[in-house]
């Protein structure tokens, strides 16, 4: 037998993704497919955007009309953010969507005795909300201030792509619980959500219809289609009539109680629940979720940057839009969507689904949450869809994400006992640790940090409930003072290095210019 050539069995690192139909400054046709696609991701959005009020907001005294305001006005500042970011941000086609790194000091402000002890719920509710707002306000800072003075770019330096895989695989992996466990939770609609997803776009995707594959480019909404339908036939034959009420919750189509909740039409506007308040302690837990954020969101500007057949961002691209994401949390705390902002993973994922990593598609989908938020019956019919529907797609969209993190590995010597330790150890207590901190809550009922000091307790436990997070500290620790010295190239460093500055690589101009000639007034770094 012939000896293999070395060409056979490796193959070359190469800095953008192959394959993909629909680059980030290439675009769809305006007719239908570009307006489905951008559709497609605002459904996908729906999950999170309903997910976190819904959990929230009976915590906090409030009713489902209350739930449905808050359910609309997130989706409606989503909207804004997504068109800022992918406007004057990192130009990548990202959906800015609410984050879960808010749930703990959220939680917390909710569990605060003098917020409890109000005995009327709707007023009890209210003074949460401004409790909740003035601490987003407050916390917006940070990254307004790490993004427009160029220090998270700074920072940024210390970063290899040996220290960025662990951090970008977490970005997905970290997710785990959003996934299978949630499907657990109904297996009758989310196993065949996710056996019909994995089948439309994989397995069917040479399915052909006048040149487009259909079956590929809108499994997504295809495959909910199919299961919602499913679902509501469930529902409406009394199949969980007898099911107890978490069964119900999870796995009816008439439980949300959004949509005979929902107004016909309602714009929603800055303090709309009132002046918000402000405290110290809220303040500094929320900080730590909006580093949470920053940190999970620069893993997953990576990712889509890959899967939008980009170059890596820029430090100074990154930082701006690290800048302009602290002015969507700016713009949640003066709205009141209860949540602060980030990168929708999700959506990041279904860019490499669908080969479509288009800003214009990104763009109309942000179109679409802004128009569906203010006419509200219409929003709430599909946001009556299952979580577990969901649950079932983010198990193939979460592990795409991962597994772009992964594909950094091919920049660096994985020949090298440093980089397999770095990389193992990073990716081990970046999983483990969360997971002992969830565990520790689910049991105690607080935070493995539990002193008289709030504010410390929120901001410690905040930020070791983030996988990305764990990992970035461990890997980028260790990168950095483990014979750093010797192993720039074995860390990536020559490649990682024409993209560390706007001018480094030709494409940058192409991928990460300012519309509208703004780049004069605004020269990149």
């Keep these: 037998m012939a000896e293999p050539k070395p060409e056979e069995i490796s193959h070359p690192p190469m800095d953008q993704l192959q394959g993909l139909e629909y680059c980030i400054d290439s675009n769809p046709s305006w007719a239908g497919e570009a307006i489905a696609l951008g559709f497609q991701h605002y459904i996908l959005a729906l999950g999170t955007a309903v997910m976190i009020p819904s959990f929230l907001v009976p915590l906090m005294g409030g009713t489902d009309d209350d739930k449905v305001r808050v359910v609309q006005t997130l989706l409606f500042v989503e909207g804004i953010n997504t068109l800022l970011q992918t406007l004057f941000g990192t130009r990548l086609p990202t959906v800015i969507g609410g984050s879960y790194a808010f749930m703990v000091p959220i939680i917390s402000i909710i569990h605060d005795t003098t917020l409890l002890n109000i005995e009327d719920n709707h007023m009890r509710f209210l003074y949460t909300m401004r409790a909740v707002q003035g601490a987003l306000i407050v916390a917006s800072s940070i990254q307004i201030i790490l993004g427009y003075s160029q220090m998270w770019a700074i920072c940024t330096r210390f970063f290899s792509p040996l220290g960025m895989i662990p951090v970008i695989a977490l970005v997905g992996f970290g997710l785990f619980d959003k996934g299978f466990p949630v499907v657990g939770r109904c297996v009758e609609i989310g196993i065949p959500m996710l056996i019909l997803f994995i089948a439309f776009s994989q397995y069917l995707k040479n399915f052909h219809t006048k040149q487009l594959p259909i079956l590929e480019r809108f499994a997504l909404i295809i495959s909910i289609t199919v299961i919602w339908a499913y679902a509501h036939l469930l529902t409406a034959s009394g199949a969980y009539k007898h099911r107890p009420e978490l069964t119900q919750l999870n796995c009816r189509t008439d439980k949300a109680n959004l949509i005979s909740s929902a107004p016909w039409i309602k714009i929603p506007y800055p303090l709309q629940w009132g002046a918000p308040t402000f405290d110290a302690g809220h303040a500094f837990g929320m900080m730590a979720a909006v580093l949470v954020s920053l940190i999970e969101s620069t893993g997953s500007y990576k990712a889509a940057a890959r899967l939008a057949s980009a170059t890596p961002p820029p430090a100074h691209i990154l930082s701006r839009g690290i800048g302009w994401q602290g002015i969507g949390i700016l713009l949640d705390g003066l709205f009141g969507t209860l949540t602060g902002s980030t990168v929708s993973v999700e959506n990041v994922g279904l860019l490499g689904s669908t080969r479509v990593g288009s800003r214009r598609v990104i763009q109309i989908s942000a ?38 993190g992964l594909s950094f590995m091919q920049f660096t010597n994985m020949n090298s006992m440093r980089n397999l330790f770095i990389i193992g150890v990073a990716l081990f207590l970046g999983l483990s640790v969360p997971e ?10 607080h935070g493995p940090a539990h002193t008289r000091a709030v504010w ?19 890997a980028v620790l260790l990168d950095n003072t483990l014979d750093y010295k010797d192993s720039a190239r074995d860390r990536g460093m020559p490649w990682w290095a024409n993209f560390r500055t706007f001018k480094g690589d030709s494409r940058s101009e192409e991928f990460y210019s300012l519309p509208f000639n703004l780049n004069r007034f605004f020269p990149p770094s």
């Design 367 to 404: 179109g679409f949450m802004i128009f569906f938020s203010i006419l509200g019956k219409f929003g709430a019919l599909f946001a009556s869809i299952p979580f577990t529907i969901f649950a079932a797609v983010y198990c193939v969209l979460f592990g795409i994400v991962a597994s772009v």
């Design 436 to 445: 002992y901190y969830r565990e520790y809550t689910a049991k105690a009922l």
């Design 456 to 474: 410390f307790n929120d901001f410690l436990n905040t930020i070791f409930f983030s996988s990305p997070t764990v990992a970035l500290i461990v």
